[in-house]
């Protein structure tokens, strides 16, 4: 199972600000994603990131306001724009082994943000 | 993707076995049940999964109905690391890989 560490792994935040955050990969992966999880709430998929193209945002999730970007099979980065409260969560980055029919996916430890 | 029903809470005591129910009745039959868990203040870790027959690993037990309609995940001797919010999760094959995570179950093992 590949190994995610992510950076960085808490922060606090001004309002009106924007943070990125870091996900790296131990070895090359085809897809990875990126979540959020509000306090006391499920995960949510943010997006898909594409190496080499724009990301895949579900609904409700929009470029300007979380830009993603994948330079290379390992890494990647996620961005939250322009921050509020609201955006108060934990994000996690996760990617995908698709070896045989199975699709485990592997979560990093994920970066608490709070926004002040 | 089918939906998934689990209980929010569930207690086991140390040791014993703990059964966690998941419904997955509209599950189609290329849908395979997976089940993750998240330990408090980490992401979360896959567990097993299958698609119609009974699975093992040195984590769990997977037993999935012969309707394919409910599974249950067996941990066989629950220690207090098994605390935690286990999610039981249905994906089709092909190129749709994204989990919807619902509320899980809150496993509380209790010494």
């Known amino acids: 199972s590949a190994v995610i560490s992510q950076k960085p792994s808490r922060d606090i935040c001004q309002r009106g600000t924007s943070l990125t955050i870091q996900c790296q990969v131990d070895?090359?992966?085809?897809?990875m994603f990126w979540y959020r999880q509000q306090p006391g709430q499920s995960l949510t998929l943010i997006a898909t990131?594409?190496?080499?193209?724009?990301?895949?945002?579900e609904s409700g999730f929009v470029i300007d306001k979380f830009p993603i970007s994948r330079p290379n099979l390992t890494f990647s980065t996620l961005t939250v724009s322009n921050m509020s409260p609201e955006d108060s969560s934990i994000y996690l980055c996760s990617d995908i082994d698709l070896a045989g029919d199975s699709y485990e996916q592997y979560f990093g430890p994920g970066t608490r943000l709070t926004v002040t | 993707d089918a939906k998934t029903t689990q209980p929010p809470s569930m207690d086991c005591a140390e040791g014993r076995a703990a059964n966690l129910p998941c419904n997955h009745s509209t599950i189609s039959g290329n849908e395979y049940v997976y089940w993750y868990r998240q330990i408090h203040s980490q992401g979360p870790q896959y567990i097993i999964h299958g698609l119609k027959n009974n699975e093992t690993n040195e984590m769990a037990s997977l037993i999935i109905t012969e309707d394919r309609k409910s599974s249950t995940l067996i941990l066989p001797h629950a220690t207090l690391r098994d605390t935690a919010v286990y999610y039981c999760?249905?994906?089709?094959?092909?190129?749709?890989?994204?989990?919807?995570f619902g509320k899980g179950t809150l496993l509380t093992v209790n010494p």
């Open positions: 990131a594409n190496q080499g193209s724009e990301a895949t945002y």
């Open positions: 070895s090359q992966v085809t897809m």
């Open positions: 999760i249905v994906i089709s094959g092909g190129s749709n890989y994204k989990l919807t």
